[in-house]
């Protein structure tokens, strides 16, 4: 007896089986450009949101009743995991600042092992208190940042530009940037089987800044560490492998993933879906790829480009709406709204 | 009879012709990174050194003595040519910054035509004091920003992010994004003729924030004009179009100077120069692509990358090293010198 979210739309597309249409969720779709969450801002600091699993679960429970999408995303961050390794983290109105980042290959031996992901207690119990909150035919995601990119907050302290220093980093000391992805990889694989261990059905790897670099130095120097991380998830739960910036690194960042049972490939806007299954192979699910600003213009290129995705997706099993990145803060909720409501209506692949 | 420039082994690479070793020349030469120009700019802004024909020559002539890099680029600046076309540029330490930004449709009314390059006659003079004071046997390279990225440096502002005002204008006006775009093709194509004109052997047209696009977007809202601007070059003057931050875009940017003599595409490091090949067709010369950010290591790291890349580049006509950016300002002169050594011990393509 498997509880109804197991044949949830998005698990069974996860897992590449018939759906009677595409599912849909948003990343970020609990964020600022709803007036509901822009209130519960006024009332809290972000830091402190997180770390409240009732509100936290509430944010995001009332976000999928009012947008209707087709799963809940664990309302947390992917910074959080950094502060049981020994980082202080501010949010700031510009973007996250690490207090006390790593500047030298020699802070690497300061970065404390994750042991046991209950130091991470609060995201645990936000898991539990959605998924207990949540209508049982949806099914709930957990995530953690990927290594790379936690190593590259860490490295930069906070919003980055030119990834000067991270790749500085990299190329000045093989043994310590070693070091240091394998502790965030296993803090990333520990906490998302933590995750799946409190109620998340499937989890997303997000590499959000990965793709400042080039396929070479991802094979060597990330790859290697996002496996280590996927590894760590329990063989059954689907696991959508985020990247974006560089269509190049779809296929390395793939192999992930390789021998997995479910594997979705996140993918942005700057490829074509139909090139994108072209370049992983039809046996790999996606998940994307509407560009976040399409989201900025007329109601008409809303719903022009949304069908421009799913005729792309054509039939195929496997695919999973998404946009290419995160809801801009701008964006009018109308327009999500219809977004979501093109795609529900579609026919989708049967 | 043909100027010796003619036979450049950098002019000999751009029209595929055979060559003893491969040309190198690097995008922001001259640049903070050398103390002589530190220098410099100590005595006077950026923009006043761009003004001065005699100064902003002297700093390249300079530069290319110091490095005995292949070939001389004007100095100059993308955002030269917003100027006469009505715009108040200034640059701010964290970046030039547009007074007058175009924030709504009905601004495009507001953007003059470039009727005459002459009105930009101190680029064209650096052109020409640059040309007589080179070498004989090296080329002189002029520039301009492609029409996308001038737009964008427009709606933005100045130094962009997400491009959101950006792609927003473009998804909600088309007419008056086509007469923006139609405008900054037509005074970036004058340009560019103007400074061949005035003696530059090839040019280079610079879409740097091109990569925050799809496919789609590229070919309907950009490719048309890029063109424009590369068609009213001279027809046996060879012609970079550099674009950065997304290799799907590749193919339709080699497009955007279909039928030319001597194109050549500028690749970063985000491809392996062999795809980037097979992607566009090995009858298209290349220009790249080592990440800058590869100079901020040890001296091994960068003679390694720089072989890797050369081995690559294996015996095919039509190789320009470069960078896949412009030169990092925190970069170490000793690694720029010992690329360009590495590329020019090497044995390159016969």
Chains 1, 2 share one sequence.
Not at 14 to 28: N, Q
Not at 42 to 55: E, G, H, S, T
Request: hydrophobic letters at 45%.
């Amino acid at each position: 007896m498997h509880p109804p979210w197991q044949n949830s739309l998005l698990m069974r597309a996860a897992r590449r089986e018939p759906v009677e249409r595409t599912p849909i969720w948003l990343m970020r779709q609990a964020g600022r450009y709803l007036p509901e969450y822009r209130a519960v801002r006024q009332k809290m600091p972000f830091a402190a949101l997180c770390k409240n699993p009732d509100l936290a679960a509430g944010v995001m429970l009332a976000t999928v009743d009012r947008l209707k999408v087709d799963a809940a995303i664990l309302f947390s961050d992917l910074l959080v995991l950094l502060e049981p390794l020994g980082f202080e983290v501010e949010y700031a109105p510009g973007g996250p600042v690490i207090k006390n980042p790593l500047r030298m290959p020699d802070d690497v031996d300061r970065v404390r092992e994750l042991e046991d992901a209950a130091e991470l207690d609060y995201v645990l119990e936000t898991v539990r208190k959605t998924r207990s909150g949540l209508d049982a035919g949806l099914p709930l995601i957990g995530f953690a940042g990927a290594p790379f990119t936690l190593a590259a907050y860490l490295i930069e302290g906070g919003v980055i530009r030119d990834y000067r220093r991270t790749k500085s980093f990299l190329y000045t000391d093989r043994g310590a940037w070693d070091a240091l992805l394998g502790r965030l990889a296993r803090a990333a694989g520990r906490l998302l089987e933590a995750q799946v261990a409190s109620g998340a059905q499937l989890v997303q790897l997000f590499d959000s800044w990965v793709g400042c670099l080039g396929v070479e130095d991802y094979r060597e120097h990330v790859l290697p560490y996002s496996r280590e991380a996927i590894a760590l998830v329990p063989p059954e739960t689907p696991v959508i492998h985020f990247t974006t910036g560089n269509p190049a690194l779809l296929s390395p960042a793939a192999e992930a993933g390789r021998g997995r049972k479910h594997l979705i490939l996140g993918v942005d806007w700057r490829i074509r879906l139909e090139d994108a299954w072209r370049t992983i192979g039809h046996e790999t699910a996606i998940q994307g790829n509407l560009d976040p600003a399409v989201l900025l213009g007329p109601p008409e290129e809303v719903r022009r480009r949304t069908e421009d995705v799913l005729r792309q997706a054509a039939g195929r099993p496997g695919h999973i709406f998404n946009l290419g990145h995160g809801v801009l803060p701008q964006t009018p909720v109308e327009n999500v709204r219809l977004l979501i409501e093109t795609v529900q209506a579609g026919t989708g692949p049967g």
